[in-house]
């Protein structure tokens, strides 16, 4: 390992990751404080009398640990503001063969806004750039979803399940093993598309619940069966990196779902290049599909391929909740759920 200066940032964009400072104590107890829901069942070291005290006993420790080179715990702050936004850690699990273990969390009111997949990023660049790791871990509890979605867009792989790895106020809770080398820090960029067929039900029933919830969809009032609808797999190195759905009606074709789970890399493109084909060799009007007015990354991802937003179903997420009653009332950055967007890729014949 080697002598890392306190000095240090790890910065991308909005997001700033630096050392603790006692001046941090303040926030990190408020942080924790406003998390409590989202910490307590999940974080052995939460208890309903959490102090403040407390809070500075954990920020003091972190200059010994830091000196003692068995862990790197990083405050999550905004770039611009300076404002805490969670903690994000690296802790040194086997020296010898240079193993480490990723730990993180986001701050209840910043959350489904990108930043602990940033932050767990910088970290993975630090370990393995800064450390020369061989291996970093990241474990989680198996019905944490949103936690194992951040673990995935880093780029982390998915091992397998490890039984009565997490205990939390004497209770033992299984875990889902992630891990990453040195090698999926630049992946090569090639990577397959084909269509799924019945070896990958499984997985794709997954990704429906662990993304959407449930295996069905809701699109202007029509409920879909998706894991029965045809669609595309992405593949690097025989592992999944994307999924699309689409379907076929009345000379149209629409896009049910699409997930990257890698993002900057292609995939999404990959797959909605792949699927516009079908529709063109079916002789398809156009490609289009909804989105919610929450999502903002879909609406910019698809009028960048030139998608055209072609009508606001105002409240329609209302009458959608009641056919698939997991919708939640809240989206991305908080923005509550409630139209539907509608875009379409015209299609020449």
Known sequence: MKNINRDLQLTSGSVLLRP??????????????????????????????????????????????WERESEYRFAITDSGSGVFLGSCALTIVNREFGVAEIGYYVRTNRTKQGVATTAVSLVIQFGFNKLKLNRMEIVIMVDNAASQRVAEKAGAIREGILRNRIIVREKAYNAVLFSLIPQDLNPKQEYSVRPLNQQDHAWVVNVLEQYWSSTRMVTRRTVHDADQLPGFIALQNDRPVGLIIYRLHNNECEIVILNSLVEGRGVGSALLETVRDVAISANCKRLWLITTNDNTPALGFYQKRDFLLVALHRNAVKYSRKLKPEIPLVGINNIPLRDEIELELPLLQ
């Open 20 to 65: 603790y400072r006692l001046s941090d104590v303040d926030a990190v107890y408020e942080a924790v404080l406003e998390s409590k829901a989202e910490l307590s069942p999940r974080m052995y070291w939460y208890h309903p009398g959490y102090s403040i005290e407390e809070a500075r006993t954990w920020v003091e420790s972190c200059d010994e640990a």
